[in-house]
């Protein structure tokens, strides 16, 4: 079975621009949340989506950071304009839904994540 | 609110040593999930263990071994017998049942010395 799949690995901007993340999630997995994890810090939730609907976006900075997942599957999530602070790790993550998954099968598996560096 | 605390932010031993990492969490709700995750250098967040609250039964797999006790709503997470490559940092999170979040503690850093 295939992970979750993310990209770029690695990006480097400048401050005030922008950038893009992808992912792809395991096939079946109807959650998918974005997790930014900043160096030395635990992994922070940004935005989790249920399908296609955001169930929770309270922690997401909505003045730059946005993110979609259309067609309930991939999504994206991107950031505009880029500020220094934003410099951190991106992480995507996948679980079934709660429905399915009951009491079992809950956990999130993460891709690789993408490490961002704003100069 | 969810919350959990992983009060030890870096942890040394020395190869073959035994190690626990402390995990409290808070929740108000009355079905939850616990999870334990390890982030190795590579930066890849890796699925260990779950556990749901109605389920108080400690568990063993191989050197890694698990003691879920509510009393204290501590999870913590013993490594027997450590090894070099075990040297990471261990996260441990909890997901309530009411809003499906996943929330993690700031993580342990275990350094397994040869």
């Known amino acids: 079975e295939a992970g979750v799949a993310q990209s770029p690995r690695y990006k480097i901007i400048e401050k005030r621009q922008s950038v893009a993340f992808w992912c792809n999630p395991i096939s079946g997995h109807a959650t998918l949340y974005w997790y930014q994890q900043i160096l030395g810090q635990g992994p922070k939730l940004l935005i989790q989506?249920?399908?296609?609907?955001?169930?929770?976006d309270s922690q997401l900075p909505k003045d730059r950071f946005s993110a979609e997942r259309l067609k309930g599957v991939d999504s994206t999530l991107k950031i505009q304009p880029a500020k220094l602070e934003d410099s951190a790790v991106y992480l995507c993550?996948?679980?079934?839904?709660?429905?399915?998954?009951?009491?079992?099968?809950?956990?999130?598996?993460f891709g690789q994540g993408t490490r961002l560096t704003v100069v | 609110a969810q919350k959990v605390t992983q009060a030890q932010t870096e942890i040394s031993v020395v190869e073959k040593e035994d190690v626990t990492l402390d995990c409290v969490y808070e929740?108000?709700?009355?079905?939850?999930?616990l999870f334990w995750y390890k982030q190795p250098p590579s930066g890849e967040l890796v699925f260990l263990i779950r556990r749901n609250s109605f389920d108080e039964q400690n568990e063993i797999s191989g050197r890694y071994s698990w003691n879920f006790q509510k009393s204290t709503s501590s999870f913590n997470f013993t490594i027997t017998a450590s090894q070099v490559v075990d040297s990471a940092v261990y996260f441990c999170a909890l997901k309530g049942n009411r809003d499906d979040k996943i929330i993690f503690g700031k993580g342990t850093r275990l350094h397994i010395l040869p």
């Open positions: 929740t108000r709700d009355t079905t939850y999930y």
């Open positions: 989506f249920q399908n296609n609907g955001v169930v929770d």
């Open positions: 993550a996948s679980s079934l839904a709660p429905l399915l998954g009951g009491f079992l099968n809950t956990e999130a598996f």
